[in-house]
């Protein structure tokens, strides 16, 4: 049974620092790994998505990388801005199947 | 806006009612799934459904049904309500749910509809 980590729960940092989010997954066997951004009751926002032959993906001041054999993956955001402040979460896509198995979430606060 | 809209978008209900989730996918889906997402967890998934069939269930009891239409919108249906049940429940449609093979396959969400069971 996949399972989905994401360490740390909470992230608390001052706005211009870089931010890193650590996602990892116990079965390496996907089809692709997405990261979403969630605001305070709302839906989800899809950041990026990252096939599995892929090691990274990059979208303005983002970038993910993937390490499929060891099932982990890292989501670098660069010199932070307080509107960065969210919930991120990690999304698995099995090889196996259609459903997205997600880990639990890191909270982001960018302090002014 | 990803085209994906769910009704209502809140609701309150008591333990024992019925109560049924309305989603409609983005224009040329066929393919909807659906997600629970407790507070402060990540989104579990309940089930999908592809052109009008079940495609895949995780671990929810049969009290949690749901139905896919011609025009591939959705609807969620939970029967005898739990406290447990309380949670915000997210709506996700894609192109090619059948074709696992397709890695570019992303998932729309919907901003979802927060149930609460009093």
């Known amino acids: 049974k996949q399972e989905v980590t994401q360490i740390p729960a909470a992230l608390s940092v001052p706005e211009g620092e870089n931010l890193v989010l650590n996602c990892s997954f116990t079965?390496?066997?996907?089809?692709?790994l997405q990261w979403f951004r969630q605001d305070p009751g709302k839906g989800l926002t899809s950041l990026l998505l990252i096939q599995s032959s892929q090691r990274e993906q990059t979208s303005g001041r983002l970038n993910a990388s993937l390490d499929k054999s060891s099932g982990r993956s890292t989501l670098y955001i660069a010199a932070s801005q307080p509107g960065d402040s969210a919930t991120y979460l990690c999304a698995v896509r099995e090889a196996a199947g259609n459903k997205l198995t997600f880990g639990g979430g890191t909270r982001v606060l960018v302090k002014p | 806006e990803t085209g994906v809209t769910q009704s209502p978008t809140h609701l309150i209900k008591t333990r024992g009612q019925q109560v049924t989730l309305r989603c409609s996918s983005q224009?040329?889906?066929?393919?909807v799934s659906w997600y629970q997402q407790a507070l402060g967890q990540g989104p579990q998934f309940i089930f999908q459904?592809?052109?009008?069939?079940?495609?895949g269930r995780g671990n929810f009891p049969p009290r949690f049904s749901g139905l896919q239409f011609p025009n591939y919108s959705s609807e969620l249906n939970v029967n005898a309500l739990e406290l447990d049940d309380s949670a915000l429940y997210l709506c996700a449609s894609s192109p090619h749910g059948a074709e696992p093979r397709e890695a570019k396959n992303i998932q729309y969400f919907g901003a979802g509809t927060r149930l609460s069971v009093l």
């Open positions: 224009s040329g889906h066929n393919t």
């Open positions: 079965d390496s066997a996907i089809y692709n």
């Open positions: 459904y592809y052109r009008e069939e079940e495609n």
